[in-house]
């Protein structure tokens, strides 16, 4: 008996054995394989690959460890295995723009399939050819420029008004939930005429939160785990949105009926056959979009001026000379042309973007095999474009890892964009977005600058898990200035 389990063991370690060598040479095999001309790069388990690696969280203003490893060993363009999908890794900012202008011809969306069950399967970002084309120019039609200037702005400068004058003398405020208040109510109001205060609102804003930690779990469906719970959450919100529907339905019109401006779900329902379900959908996609990314972008600028005193002088005077010149022409409200002209707020914000790194990649799937340079992408393979690694890239930016906004000026006038620099995106699927962002980002730092130095009341850093988070909220101390206003 004890013959037969003895010998049962050693068969059994030495099976491991070779299995464990085999891998090996198959994982050295695959890194010299130039003759095929795939990207080099390891060799993995199928199924869970080197997704715990890739997930493995780091500072937000660098590129990760996973990333900084394979580009020394195979170079900015190599092969992993993600997301339970053979995928290509592309840190070359232009094999990306390549990726980007050919992506009708050569590329589908993709999502790694636990994402897709949380955006829900109606989701903008799953969607291809006509009906992609469809629901964009619908939220092109609401981010539109009239809007932007107008009703956009004009809520956007109240409401930070009303957060940055709650705040008092040498409180400790985190800037992370102010600033998810602010671009929150914003959102709210204009998807589905929903006010701060509203039961509602605080609802969505805990399932959101619940909602986006499963972005960076491992997507196991048992019950208590964080991606259980975030199915939960996203229940939730669709609850939300269908009552809201049912309500409008039965009671006709929106909360806001009355006012000649609709809101995102009434013209949604008004014009066109959705159903309620795509509806949804399409509702939980423009909310999470529209506001947690810019609350992330508003923490980092937080972030990042309180490292740049100097930048924090030079933006202030700007912002004071905007004001200077409003209360010269009889107005105190920041136009439209004022957010236009303020170039040094520009440079500030591109810097934030580039170096906060907060969409830090995207997913396409080659809808045919295609050769670029010395490699082949095989058809179906998953190209994973890391936007960070351009923005991080010495050979693009010098200093790739300090904040310095001044690197944007080319001459006064003129705001220089390298083609690298991508945090929207570019091409067919650029974000509708971005200028929405850039206007929400300059209205909250005008009040704020103009009305409060800060520091940092415990130590706490962007990290990338991959989405970006303030372990700690980022916790600041406020102390007011005095400009006379
Ligand atoms: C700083 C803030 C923001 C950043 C950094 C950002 C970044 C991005 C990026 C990189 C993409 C492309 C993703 C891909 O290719 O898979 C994207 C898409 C998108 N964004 Fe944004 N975004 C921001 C704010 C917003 C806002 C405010 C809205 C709407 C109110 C919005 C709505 C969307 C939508 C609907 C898409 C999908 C577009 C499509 O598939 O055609 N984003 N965003």
């Not at 590129?63 to 195979?74: D, L, S």
């Not at 929903?194 to 619940?210: K, Q, T, W």
């Not at 030079?314 to 042309?337: F, I, M, T, Y």
Request: proline content about 5%; hydrophobic content about 40%.
């Amino acid at each position: 008996m004890e013959m037969a389990l003895a010998s049962s063991l050693s068969m059994t370690i030495l099976a491991s054995g070779l299995f464990l060598i085999a891998f090996l040479i198959l994982q050295r095999i695959a890194v010299l394989n130039v003759s095929r001309k795939l990207p080099p790069g390891n060799i993995c388990l199928p199924l869970i690959g080197e997704t715990f690696f890739f997930l493995k969280r780091h500072p937000a203003t660098s590129v990760g460890e996973f990333t900084e490893h394979r580009m020394t060993r195979f170079g900015k363009i190599f092969s992993s295995h993600l997301f339970g999908k053979r995928s290509i890794v592309c840190a070359d900012p232009e094999f990306n723009q390549f990726v980007l202008k050919n992506e009708v011809k050569l590329f589908q969306h993709s999502l790694p399939p636990s994402f897709e069950k949380l955006v829900g399967k109606h989701s903008i970002l799953l969607m291809d050819g006509d009906v992609h084309k469809h629901m964009r120019s619908t939220v092109l039609d609401f981010l539109c420029v009239e809007r932007l200037r107008t009703v956009f702005l004009s809520d956007a400068d109240r409401l930070a008004s009303e957060i940055v004058n709650s705040w008092n003398e040498k409180d400790v405020i985190s800037a992370i939930q102010e600033a998810t208040k602010f671009s929150l109510n914003i959102m709210v109001k204009k998807l589905l005429s929903m006010n701060p205060g509203d039961p509602e609102v605080e609802r969505l804003s805990i399932e959101y939160n619940s909602l986006t930690r499963a972005f960076s779990c491992f997507p196991v469906y048992i019950p208590g785990t964080t991606y259980w719970k975030a199915m939960q959450s996203r229940n939730h919100i669709i609850k939300i949105f269908k009552q809201e529907m049912e309500a409008r339905m039965r009671g006709g019109g929106c909360r806001n009926a009355g006012n000649e401006e609709d809101d995102f779900l009434g013209w949604l329902m008004k014009n066109t056959d959705y159903s309620q379900e795509k509806i949804s959908d399409f509702l939980l996609g423009q909310l999470f979009a529209g506001h947690k990314t810019i609350s992330q972008a508003i923490s980092l600028l937080i972030y990042f001026l309180q490292t740049c005193p100097k930048a924090v002088s030079e933006l202030r005077e700007e912002h004071l000379q905007v004001v200077r010149s409003n209360q010269h022409l009889g107005d105190s409200k920041l136009s439209w042309d004022d957010f236009k002209r303020m170039e040094f707020t520009r440079c500030v914000i591109n810097e934030t973007l580039r170096l906060g790194n907060i969409v830090r990649f995207a997913m396409k799937k080659a809808s045919k095999s295609f050769e670029y340079k010395d490699y082949v992408i095989p058809k179906g393979s998953t190209v994973l474009l890391h936007y960070a690694a351009g923005h991080l890239d010495p050979c693009q930016y010098a200093d790739p890892e300090h904040f310095n906004p001044w690197r944007w000026q080319l001459q006064p006038g003129i705001i220089k964009v390298p083609d690298s620099f991508m945090p929207f995106s570019k091409g067919i699927r650029m974000c509708p977005g971005a200028e929405l962002a850039r206007l929400e980002m300059t209205v909250f730092l005008h009040h704020l600058i103009l009305k409060f130095d800060w520091q940092m009341a415990e130590d706490d850093h962007p990290v990338a898990t991959p989405i970006l988070e303030f372990p700690k909220g980022l916790p600041i101390k406020i102390r007011a200035v005095s400009n006379g206003f």
